[in-house]
Every structure is written in C-alpha cells, then in structure tokens.
T-cell receptor, first 116, second 110 residues
Framework: GAGVSQSPSNKVTEKGKDVELRCDPI?????LYWYRQSLGQGLEFLIY????????KSGLPSDRFSAERTGGSVSTLTIQRTQQEDSAVYLC??????????????FGPGTRLTVL | GESVGLHLPTLSVQEGDNSIINCAYS??????FIWYKQESGKGPQFIID?????DKRQGQRVTVLLNKTVKHLSLQIAATQPGDSAVYFC?????????FGSGTQLTVLP
C-alpha cells in the first residue's frame, strides 16, 4: 500500500517568508510525528499527534513553528518568518498506535527546506 | 542529559565482508531500541528492533546485539552489499518518543 508522503519534496524560500509543509500518513495510522534533520545530523523530534490532538509539542524550537492535523489524517507544519537556521530536511512519520513500546514509525521521504 | 550517540561517524567495508555499527546509549530506563537505515534523499527505514529483555535478535542478514551492562548496542550486517551503503541510526525509545543518534555513514567498497 501507499507509504507516508510529503510535499513539497523541496522548498526554497526567502528569509522572513512563511512556509507550509504537508504530510499524508499511512491510511489508518493514528500517530503522526514531525522531525527535523540538519545536514549530517540525527533526527530532532518536533511534535507528535495522536489523532487530531498534539499531546507532545516539546520539540518545537520556537513559537514560529506550529502544526495541525485535521480529520486524523493529513498534517501541516507551518514555519512563520523563516530564518536561515530553519534550513533542514523535515521528516514526517506515522505509526498505527502510540505506546511506550512504540510501534514502528514509518517515515516519508522528507521535505528539504532551504531558506535564503 | 540522556542521549544516544554513535562511536564512529563513518565506516568503510569491502563488499562481502561483515559490518558492525556501534551505538552507545546513556538512559538506563530505555527499554526499546531500533535501528534505521537512511539512503540518500530518502526517509529512514526500519531495519530491526530489540527490547531490553533480550540480548540478541536476528533478522535477514542483520543482527542486533544489546549489552545493557555497558549500555551498548550494535548492528551487524552479514555479507555487506553495495545496497547497504547508507546512514544507519540507532534510536532509543524513552519518554514516549524516539531519540536518534547522529548516525554512521556506511560505505561499501567494491
């Protein structure tokens, strides 16, 4: 079946502009995660959704970052007033349930954001 | 703070040889670990996982070893192939989220 999809695959924007990144999780997956990956680095957790609610927003780096999920499916990560340090690959993942044993997270291909 | 880290950032092996990728973790409360493979331009792909009540788990050509005494995790890849070239991350499940290490770049030499 279809995996996690993300759009756009690449986004180049000017400093100060707002951007929206989209994630379509695997159908039926209730948990959705956003991560950020800087060049040559590991994955930095941003936010997690269970259904439409976000019980864990602890990873969002600033109030310029926000995310929402509607209908328990598609999620949008919005970065306002982008800065050059926001340049990274933004990865989305989904899993069928969320518990401490952590069902496998399936990742999308990511959106590469470049802020000029 | 607690963290997951990798001993080596890069590893080169000859095609056909076995590869061993290491990972150190510091959170003794972690009870679940995952290895992911990330090819260039793609998202991480699940390879294998292990729970803390196990010392070893085998998959297809891959084996994960967990040494809780020294808080060390390793991924062994048998008969490494060119398609195994990628960045490998270990991830630690703690506090209801995965914490990833910085990754090891595995390069398979012809």
């Amino acid at each position: 079946g279809a995996g996690v999809s993300q759009s756009p695959s690449n986004k180049v924007t000017e400093k100060g502009k707002d951007v929206e990144l989209r994630c379509d999780p695997i159908s039926g997956h209730t948990a959705l995660y956003w991560y950020r990956q800087s060049l040559g680095q590991g994955l930095e957790f941003l936010i997690y959704f269970q259904g439409n609610s976000a019980p864990d927003k602890s990873g969002l780096p600033s109030d310029r970052f926000s995310a929402e999920r509607t209908g328990g499916s598609v999620s949008t990560l919005t970065i306002q007033r982008t800065q050059q340090e926001d340049s990274a690959v933004y990865l989305c993942a989904s899993s069928s349930t969320y518990n401490r044993r952590a069902d496998t997270q399936y990742f999308g291909p990511g959106t590469r954001l470049t802020v000029l | 703070g607690e963290s997951v880290g990798l001993h080596l950032p890069t590893l080169s092996v000859q095609e056909g040889d076995n590869s061993i990728i290491n990972c150190a973790y510091s959170n003794s409360a972690s009870d679940y670990f995952i290895w992911y493979k990330q090819e260039s331009g793609k998202g991480p792909q699940f390879i294998i996982d292990i729970r803390s009540n196990m010392d070893k788990r085998q998959g297809q050509r891959v084996t994960v070893l967990l040494n809780k005494t020294v808080k060390h995790l390793s991924l062994q890849i048998a008969a490494t192939q060119p398609g195994d070239s990628a960045v490998y991350f270990c991830a630690e499940n703690t506090a209801r989220q995965l914490t990833f290490g910085s990754g090891t770049q595995l390069t398979v030499l012809p």
